[in-house]
């Protein structure tokens, strides 16, 4: 665990914008969506990052000759994500990464400034939450190196039911939980250590203390920390690069996931393919924490 202490400097602007996105005055959504684009330049994440980061994820290192990994994107678009979020007239501290779209169009180069172009993209509010949509592209001297879609949801307090005590209601049916599917093939099984949220939060600047504060995650409802959306996104990628396409990570141009259910740690969690669908799950047959496609 301690070995990521090293990176934790270099998150002070993603830490900077998580604390400005909780104190941050709320405000009204946006009249016009999607919203401008809120634009950044970053420092290039340093080649110890990259190598560690890789590493986490499950991956080898060389296979990152003189490029950055596509999937580091959660860390140098943070801040800008959040920025764009900040004052929004939801609770901060209950948002829940639902998903995430990625599309890589170039490599992209070591060493260099990144530019990065955030924006709200739409907000939809239901019933018992609000989903949030967030859009981030990334640049370099003009050229576009990637587009990625976050998708967050914030749950909303419960309303109260209009509905007279006398009077009966049918219940909703019930939604089958997604299953690894026997046929797929398995790519890898792994260990994941109770650290791994805090781990992934050194690598990436996302402290939420839901991923690595026991206390703080078990009053919030679950039984011990979670693993980071983002980490199971890139565990996902990196599972596709090294056991599906023999480390060659230009093949992987496209990767697409929702994150099912929270996933509890310590963990022993698999990724298996069917066709262009990949999972991350517990087993054959076993639930499933992350469920997309790839290209």
């Known amino acids: 665990m301690f070995r990521y202490n090293r990176h934790i400097f270099a998150q002070s602007a993603g ?6 996105l909780l104190v941050a005055n709320k405000q009204q959504v946006p009249n016009e969506l999607p919203a401008p684009f809120h634009e950044i330049t970053v420092d290039a994440p340093s080649n110890t990052l990259i190598d560690d980061f890789v590493r986490f994820s499950g991956g080898d290192p060389s296979n990152y000759q003189g490029v950055v990994p596509p999937h580091l994107f959660c860390q140098w678009s943070l801040p800008a994500m959040l920025t764009v979020a900040s004052g929004l007239p939801y609770p901060a501290t209950k948002v829940i990464n639902a998903g995430c779209q990625l599309r890589i169009s170039s490599p992209i180069p070591r060493g260099e400034r990144l530019t990065v172009a955030a924006r709200l993209a739409s907000v939809q509010v239901e019933e018992r939450r609000v989903r949030l949509a967030i859009d981030v592209n990334t640049q370099h001297a003009g050229t576009a190196l990637l587009e990625a879609q976050l998708r ?9 039911s209009r509905t007279p005590l006398k009077q009966s209601r049918t219940p909703s049916p019930k939604k089958q939980p997604e299953l690894v599917p026997a046929g797929a093939r398995e790519l890898l099984y792994r260990q994941l250590s109770h650290g791994a949220g805090a781990d992934f939060a050194r ?7 839901i991923h690595w504060l026991t206390p703080y995650a078990k009053a919030v409802g679950f039984r011990h920390v979670i693993l980071h959306g983002f980490a199971s996104f890139s565990l996902t990628f990196e599972a596709l690069v090294r056991h599906l396409f023999s480390g060659d990570a230009r093949r992987v141009t496209r990767l697409e996931a929702r994150f099912v259910r929270p996933l509890v740690l310590p963990a022993r969690v698999g990724v298996y393919v069917l066709d262009d669908r990949v999972v991350l799950g517990d087993a054959f047959g076993g ?9």
Request: net charge neutral; proline share 10%; no cysteine.
């Open 287 to 295: 639930a499933v924490y992350l469920s997309g496609s790839y290209g």
């Open 203 to 209: 690598l990436t600047g996302d402290f939420n203390p």
């Open 152 to 160: 967050v949801v914030v749950p909303l307090p419960a309303k109260q």
């Open 15 to 20: 830490v900077r914008a998580l604390f400005e």
